[in-house]
């Protein structure tokens, strides 16, 4: 795992970690830290995230109002539930 300390545009999220007693640092599946950066990057809040570990399709969880943005940099919808709109495939793993 590769921990890292929560990105500033992920502010509200870390506060809201922090307020449950949890910690402002994240792990993050090796194979697929440079996809989640690229995502932080771009200002996608992430929610948690998996490569699969050779067992399921790898995937993060976005914040509901950025599935839009998600679709147009072209993820795919993860989740078997259609009305989740925030579980996308990950591109790198």
């Known amino acids: 795992m590769v921990t890292v300390e929560i990105p500033p545009h992920m502010e509200a999220y870390k506060n809201a970690r922090l307020k449950e ?7 993050i599946d090796p194979c697929i830290y440079d996809e ?3 995502l932080w990057n771009k200002g996608v809040i992430t929610h948690g995230s998996c490569c699969g570990h050779n067992k399921f ?3 993060v969880n976005v914040q509901d109002d950025q599935s839009d ?7 795919e919808l993860n ?3 259609p009305t989740r709109i925030d579980t996308f495939k990950l591109k790198s793993a």
Do not use: A, R, T
């Not at 007693?21 to 792990?27: D, I, R, T």
């Not at 943005?69 to 993820?75: A, C, I, K, R």
């Open 21 to 27: 007693g949890l910690s402002s640092l994240v792990s």
């Open 36 to 38: 989640i950066k690229d």
């Open 57 to 59: 399709e790898s995937m």
């Open 69 to 75: 943005l998600m679709l147009s940099m072209g993820y």
């Open 79 to 81: 989740h078997p539930d």
